[in-house]
């Protein structure tokens, strides 16, 4: 942000300030200058080419800048031909194991100079030399190393990884190599219960941005729109729900769910906090309520929130009389309301191999495990006994290879946590999943509500930011679509009973070959701050 109007990098009047500096206004704009500014010079798109070329300010960060626990990697390089003929090498960007873009070295060194002349070299970690001539292939493995090192050192540091330079930069990158021109586009956006919204946004626009185009289309009041986060989900032709990641501040949603050239694959807006407390917040507005609502709906409906008969009675007496306050009261009683469902998977507790469905929610991991003897046991692991947690990745072989064709990997990735299991027994728990940076980013965002809720703070304060003059954008609005009755109660769905169909189907490929407690470095650990010393009796 620009200091002299935005306090020092910290938004203090929202989009009006940030809009009134690039006009040259003296003082954040007033509405009747907003309007004025709306309807010149073509209007939204004036609007929007301002704002896009303002610097992103990091205010509505929760907590404190710290950043999300997201996977880089730089698994491979291709050589490339530009226009004229030559070639270069391009370092191969995946996050969470998937693709994000295509750079060259001199890309990744502008950066690494941009990053130094705003925070100084002290802070940066070490990047690779230049060399003069051309690189062998040993000499190119070994700089794809260096620079994976450099890339995820950066995201991991709450100053850099967070920073408008090192988030641009990926933005950018990821725009080029899509091959996506910046132009008007229209974004399908899911609510939970399937309904559509459709927004219409530059192909160019970031999270923050599509997330507050779907506010304003849903009619969703600024103080609320940092309850909701825009996640990336995989509807399977089962009607199965796999949560892929929550879309992050460096990537653009438009691109991101166009590139993957999957109808499977959609955006979906989700309430983003864990705290159930939260929710009279959110009740409190009519558009808020309606969002609650059809997520509760929709979650019962999937079988990830425990309904027995006469509670599933009860339930649909009050969807009958339109009664959605007190129908969210009485969900939020119900076993795992406000949980997150991961996909089957594999870990090591309390044996090597078992199959499990892990679930994220209330300030643990809870696991519904099927040990070696079919018996099927649930257990959870409180986020408050965590000393930390790591995510690690490794290349395993395609079973389904050719002897003529190259050995094709696969990215695994492994969750691992430290745990109190009683009085000074820790113990390391590990799950793999694909979904682990996932359930690293849950655990992450519990740990940071309960530190908030520990230091006097609550969501609301922080947020507080966003109500002043945050800009609107002019499609028409669309009312959130009330969600039909619940179908009656089915046996068939109760968890425990489907889960030992759900657990036979995992993968356990890999499992007995990485030893993910000793093999990556102390940089990789995520610390818990909530973590309590505590003694068996409270076990």
């Not at 050589?79 to 990744?108: E, F, K, M, P």
């Not at 070696?372 to 649930?378: A, G, L, V, Y």
Request: net charge positive.
């Amino acid at each position: 942000c620009h200091v002299a109007r935005c306090g020092g990098g910290r938004c203090v009047s929202g989009r009006k300030a940030r809009l009134a500096y690039w006009t040259g206004s003296p003082a954040p704009l007033s509405n009747s200058q907003l309007a004025r500014w709306r309807g010149q010079d073509g209007g939204r798109r004036l609007v929007t080419a301002l704002l896009a070329r303002r610097r992103r300010c990091c205010c509505w960060k929760f907590p404190g800048g710290r950043t999300d626990t997201m996977h880089f990697s730089i698994p491979e390089t291709e050589v490339l031909s530009t226009d004229n003929g030559s070639t270069y090498v391009a370092y191969n960007i995946h996050v969470n194991g998937v693709l994000h873009c295509r750079v060259r070295y001199s890309q990744l060194y502008g950066l690494h100079e941009q990053l130094r002349k705003e925070y100084g070299t002290h802070v940066l970690p070490h990047f690779p030399p230049k060399k003069f001539f051309t690189l062998t292939a040993a000499e190119v493995e070994q700089r794809r190393e260096q620079l994976e090192k450099y890339i995820q050192s950066v995201r991991q540091d709450c100053l850099l990884g967070g920073s408008e330079a090192f988030n641009s930069f990926l933005r950018k990158a990821q725009q080029e190599t899509q091959q996506i021109p910046t132009q008007e586009v229209q974004l399908d956006v899911y609510l939970s219960n399937g309904q559509k919204i459709k927004v219409n946004i530059f192909s160019s626009d970031q999270t923050e941005d599509v997330l507050e185009a779907v506010a304003a289309k849903l009619d969703l009041p600024d103080e609320l729109v940092g309850y909701f986060s825009l996640f990336l989900i995989r509807e399977g032709s089962d009607d199965s729900c796999s949560f892929v990641r929550k879309l992050q501040e460096f990537e653009l949603p438009y691109i991101s769910v166009t590139s993957l050239k999957n109808t499977e694959y959609r955006i979906v807006l989700r309430k983003s906090y864990w705290d159930t407390a939260y929710d009279n917040d959110v009740m409190e507005n009519r558009v808020g309520l309606n969002l609650l609502y059809a997520q509760t709906v929709t979650d019962i409906e999937r079988g990830w929130i425990l309904v027995n008969k006469e509670q599933h009675r009860q339930l649909k007496s009050l969807q009958e009389k339109g009664s959605k306050k007190e129908f969210i009261s009485l969900a939020q009683t119900l076993k795992y309301y406000g949980y997150i469902k991961f996909d089957p998977c594999i870990t090591d507790f309390p044996e090597k191999g078992c199959h499990v469905i892990v679930s994220a929610g209330n300030n643990e991991l809870n696991f519904h495990v099927k040990l070696p003897n079919d018996q099927i046991k649930e257990g959870s692991f409180k986020v408050t006994r965590m000393r930390c947690w790591r995510v690690t990745s490794s290349q395993v072989p395609l079973v389904n290879g050719t002897a003529n064709s190259p050995v094709k990997t696969e990215t695994k990735l492994e969750l691992a946590f430290e745990y109190l299991m009683s009085k000074d027994r820790l113990q390391w728990v590990t799950i793999s999943s694909p979904q682990a940076i996932m359930m690293s980013i849950s655990l992450q965002a519990m740990v940071d509500e309960l530190m908030v809720k520990k230091s006097g703070g609550n969501l609301k304060k922080m947020l507080k930011k966003r109500m002043n003059g945050s800009l609107r954008r002019s499609d028409s609005q669309q009312a959130v679509k009330s969600p039909p009755l619940l179908d009656s109660p089915d046996s068939n769905r109760e968890p425990i009973v489907k889960l030992s169909s759900k657990l036979s189907s995992v993968s356990i490929r890999g499992i007995g070959t990485s030893n993910s407690s000793n093999d990556i470095s102390a940089n990789d650990f995520h610390g818990n701050y909530a973590f309590e010393g505590i003694g068996d009796d409270d076990l």
